[in-house]
């Protein structure tokens, strides 16, 4: 059974930095492909990054670029999101996911119960 728990989220003001990370279990974490994605308050789920099995391959929405960073640690089967520059359009509630890459294309599949980012002064 796929388990995946989120911590690392919080409260921070604009400009400040969190890191999240995701501790995967009852599945080869490294042969999958991982994502995070988000809901903010009243909209639908985003995929703000990806990582491909091997971290050779990674992906980020346009909104996060330049300031997020996906990683992660096959020992550790741990996945850890950076956020640096953060903005108040960043306030969600943030998911670890299980996620495909085919034909060009990211998707998201299995989450955990996710952690919440707000951003504000």
């Known amino acids: 059974e796929v388990q995946l728990v989120e911590s690392g989220g919080g409260l921070v003001q604009p400009g400040g930095s969190l890191r999240l990370s995701c501790a995967a279990s009852g599945f080869p974490f490294s042969m999958y492909v991982m994502t995070w994605v988000r809901q903010a308050p009243g909209k639908g789920l985003e995929l703000v990054a990806g990582?491909?099995?091997?971290?050779?391959?990674?992906y980020y929405a346009d909104s996060v670029k330049g300031r997020f960073t996906i990683s992660r640690d096959d020992a550790k089967n741990t996945l850890y999101l950076q956020m640096n520059s953060l903005k108040t359009e960043d306030t969600a509630v943030y998911y670890c996911?299980?996620?495909?890459?085919?034909?060009?294309?990211?998707?998201?599949?299995?989450r955990g119960q996710g952690t919440q980012v707000t951003v504000s002064s």
């Open positions: 996911a299980t996620g495909v890459f085919v034909r060009g294309t990211w998707a998201s599949s299995t």
């Open positions: 990582i491909s099995n091997g971290g050779g391959r990674l």
